[in-house]
Nanobody, 126 residues
């Protein structure tokens, strides 16, 4: 059973930065696609970023392109999300997720992902 545990959330001022981490266990992390999604109160869960198994291919949601960076360390079974130039609209619960194959056409589809973490809260003050 794959387990994903997010950390690094917190309160930050607009324009600031945060780095989220997601530690994976129980599966073949080094061969899995890893992704970040977010969900604000009253809104649908939104695709943020994804990275293929070796870190060469990444994909980002339009609202975070140029500000967020996804990366992974397969030796540590951990995926990261560096968030810069944060805006109040970035405030949400951020979730880590994983699936087997990286397909651009479906990379942002929630139901494509097999396992999810419990989420970490990001609050951005204006």
């Amino acid at each position: 059973q794959v387990q994903l545990v997010e950390s690094g959330g917190g309160l930050v001022q607009a324009g600031g930065s945060l780095k989220l981490s997601c530690a994976a266990s129980g599966g073949t992390f080094s061969r899995s696609v890893m992704a970040w999604f977010r969900q604000a109160p009253g809104k649908e869960r939104e695709f943020v970023a994804a990275i293929n198994w070796n870190g060469i291919i990444t994909s980002y949601g339009d609202s975070v392109k140029g500000r967020f960076t996804i990366s992974r360390d397969n030796a540590k079974n951990t995926v990261y999300l560096q968030m810069n130039s944060l805006k109040p609209e970035d405030a949400a619960a951020y979730y880590c997720a994983t699936k087997k194959s990286f397909t651009i056409a479906t990379i942002g589809l929630i139901n494509e992902y097999d396992y999810w973490g419990q989420g970490t809260q990001v609050t951005v003050s204006s």
